[in-house]
């Protein structure tokens, strides 16, 4: 199975502020004949269900706002978020669908200061 | 508008079957795929497996011979069954609406708000 690392596993920043986060797997996820990577990115608010974010590592999902960025290709990958704000408090996991079985991160928390 | 909604017993005894159900709405069952996917509480999230827009399934090979997934596509339902519950089982489990490409699972879209289901005598 493909181990998907993040990190950190939580951190806390001010709205405003430019918050990044990481997400390493264990093999490439780069798919040589389209150029793609395989790896999407949630935000799963408290009690609520998972929120697609991004897909091909850096395509924004419809209605998502453009503070969310992903970047990355192979086994490196990052979320950033421009600008913080309140209501971003949340976890965010990656997931990769290179290979059977799928599989998330073990996510990064997310609080405001 | 797509709306996917889990049901089922929120308590299950140690090694019985858990049983439950993914009605959706917005979108047909024969053109699309459903995957279930469970969290255990204050952690992380497990795909389980998937069921084709065709009726093929795949699933988690760690699960897999425990797990069932099936659906009435008249009555716009997916269901999971899974055997031989133990208490490491207890989780959230979601159904959520699966984008893919002809035999390969992707990313998940949709998803319903989960259904929380804890094993215990």
């Known amino acids: 199975d493909i181990v998907m690392t993040q990190t950190p596993s939580s951190q806390a920043v001010s709205a405003g502020e430019k918050v990044t986060m990481s997400c390493k797997s264990s093999?490439?996820?780069?798919?040589?004949?389209?150029?793609?990577?395989?790896l999407a990115w949630y935000q799963q608010k408290p009690g609520q269900s998972p929120k697609l974010l991004i897909y091909?590592?850096?395509t924004r999902e419809s209605g998502v706002p453009d503070r969310f960025i992903g970047s990355g290709s192979g086994t490196d990958f990052t979320l950033t978020i421009s600008s913080v704000q309140a209501e971003d408090l949340a976890v965010y996991y990656c997931?990769?669908?290179?290979?059977?079985?799928?599989?998330f991160g073990s996510g990064t928390k997310l609080e405001i200061k | 508008q797509v709306q996917l909604k889990e049901s089922g017993p929120g308590l299950v005894q140690p090694s019985q079957t858990l049983s439950l159900t993914c009605t959706v709405s917005?979108?047909?069952?024969?053109?699309?795929?459903v995957s279930w996917i469970r969290q255990p509480p204050g952690k992380g999230l497990e795909w389980m497996g998937v069921?084709?827009?065709?009726?093929?399934?795949d699933y988690n090979s760690a699960i897999k011979s425990r797990l069932s997934i099936s659906r009435d596509t008249s009555k716009s339902q997916v269901f999971l069954k899974m055997n031989s519950l133990q208490t490491e089982d207890t989780a959230m489990y979601f159904c959520?609406?699966?984008?893919?490409?002809?035999?390969?699972?992707?990313?998940?879209?949709?998803w319903g708000q989960g259904v929380m289901v804890t094993v215990s005598s």
């Open positions: 959520a609406r699966t984008i893919d490409y002809p035999g390969i699972p992707y990313y998940f879209d949709y």
């Open positions: 917005g979108l047909s069952l024969t053109s699309n795929s």
């Open positions: 069921i084709w827009s065709n009726g093929g399934t």
């Open positions: 093999q490439s996820l780069l798919y040589n004949e389209n150029k793609k990577n395989y």
């Open positions: 091909w590592a850096s």
């Open positions: 997931q990769q669908y290179y290979n059977f079985p799928l599989t």
